[in-house]
């Protein structure tokens, strides 16, 4: 299995909602990432975990929450978003964090916040 | 600081003819450089990545990318474009920091039938 999934595709919230995005990989990758990215834009990175520990955090503020709960597992726990928050979240799966480790990346969750 | 520049913001290229999106780069220490792919309302595909070795690399769907050390610089190719090569490529370059992407600004590719 050579794939980063996410859920659910598409979220569309209000400002005073509580959501969450799932990211799942089965490849036995130890680093996982979430990037924000906007329209035809590069993605910008948002976390990064090694090892289901936080060690990258891109001073993201505090409305959004990320989680690893297990090695193969990501959640991104959203709550109070700004309508600027609309963007495409995607989730990445490395072996590693290492130098030559290239990311897999998910299809990614289209966010709407009104 | 580790960063690359793509500086064609949209290339136009005739099906059947070579295609090339530029990538420069500069970086403190050895480059590590990846070029991946994203179609419409989809996640970034993987392509190739130049770590060491030969500076012709191959990848995915018949694309290639050439690394030159004295102008920094990973430009991707293809021999013949096809219509579904049309996507948005960017170039990517680790930093020194651990887990680190620094991504282009991206090039959008457009291949006339």
């Known amino acids: 299995d050579t794939e980063v999934t996410q859920t659910p595709k598409h979220l569309v919230m209000g400002m005073t909602n509580k959501k969450s995005l799932k990211c799942e990989q089965h490849m036995g990758h130890r680093a996982m990432y979430w990037y924000k990215q906007k329209a035809k834009k590069p993605p910008e990175l948002m976390f990064v975990y090694s090892y289901e520990k936080l060690s990258i955090n891109e001073s993201v503020p505090s409305r959004f929450s990320p989680e690893c709960p297990n090695s193969s597992l990501l959640n991104l726990h959203l709550h109070a978003l700004q309508p600027e928050d609309s963007a495409l979240y995607l989730c990445a799966s490395s072996q590693d964090r290492g130098v030559d480790y290239e990311q897999f990346f998910g299809p990614g969750t289209r966010l709407t916040v009104l | 600081a580790q960063s690359v520049a793509q500086p064609e913001d949209q290339v136009n290229v005739a099906e059947g003819n070579p295609l090339t999106v530029k990538c420069t780069y500069s970086?403190?220490?050895?480059?590590?450089l990846f070029w991946y792919v994203q179609y419409p309302n989809r996640g970034l595909q993987f392509l190739l990545k130049?770590?060491?070795?030969?500076?012709l690399v191959k990848g995915s769907y018949g694309f290639e990318a050439e690394f030159n050390k004295s102008q920094t610089s990973f430009h991707l190719k293809k021999p013949s474009a096809l219509v579904s090569d049309s996507a948005l490529y960017f170039c990517?370059?680790?930093?020194?920091?651990?887990?680190?992407?620094?991504f282009g600004r991206g090039t959008q590719l457009t291949v006339w039938p």
């Open positions: 130049y770590i060491t070795g030969d500076n």
């Open positions: 970086v403190s220490g050895n480059p590590y």
């Open positions: 990517a370059v680790r930093g020194s920091t651990l887990g680190r992407l620094y």
